[in-house]
């Protein structure tokens, strides 16, 4: 493991990285979703792409990268451009997911890979729209502090910079991004996920011009079972579009 200081926005961010096979000269950039870190996607791939490098990020925030301010998620695909500027690497592929998957988008790969992306709005449970609009009638009367109290648990212990964070972020439409990349793409989704429902990955599949999409057992962590799959699928788009 090691980490770089990266300038963006007049701020200073140590990021946490790890990168295996050096040699190769190829790079695969492999980042987390929210509320996870790099360890999680090095465990389920770390044993495949052996010809290509890999690079594995804790984006701002998660894992050993620490952030206190507020960012959009054109601020984390802009802060890991500059990570690999940094390093003096090329992404030839970026594989996201989750919220890693938006973050992926905005890097402009040669070939996008998302598991179980983030990016398509899901209708909030009735339990949830209620927590909100009790949230709202709270806030004239001077108890908006008393948000947290109704936030998900994907901000649990996180530090208030990252709590408004994780309010840019989670209800974003990305369809205009899905749409404008050119590119191809693969699209890899676990068919019980409730996170990021199977219908998600079908419309943003519809949306990205140059696509396949593959359903698979599981639910939103179904790669850590299927990265042989998922390995056979990238090397065969990749080394035919090369």
Sequence with gaps: ???????????????????????????IVILHGWGSNKEI????????????RHLYIDMPGFGKSPNENILTTEDYAAIMIALLQDLSLQ??????????????TLMHPKLLVLLSSAGIPIPKPFSIRAKIRL??????????????LFASKDVE????????????VVDEDFSPYFKAFKNPALLFWGKEDTATP?????????????????????????????????EEKIKKEFHGTH
């Design 1 to 27: 493991m090691a980490s770089r200081e990266i300038k963006y926005q007049n701020h200073s961010y140590n990021i946490n990285y790890e990168i295996l096979h050096h040699d190769k000269p190829q790079t």
């Design 41 to 52: 996607m090095k465990q389920a791939f770390g044993k495949h792409f052996k010809a290509f």
């Design 91 to 104: 992404a030839d592929i970026v594989m996201g997911h989750s919220f890693g998957g938006k973050v992926a």
């Design 135 to 148: 949230f709202k009638l709270l806030k004239p009367l001077g108890l908006s502090s008393l948000g947290r």
């Design 157 to 168: 212990g996180m530090h208030q910079g990252m709590y408004e964070t994780f309010k840019n």
């Design 198 to 230: 199977l219908y998600a990955g079908e419309e943003m599949a519809s949306l990205l011009a140059y696509s396949h999409f593959y359903p698979l057992e599981g639910d939103h962590y179904f790669f850590l079972k299927e990265a042989d799959f998922i």
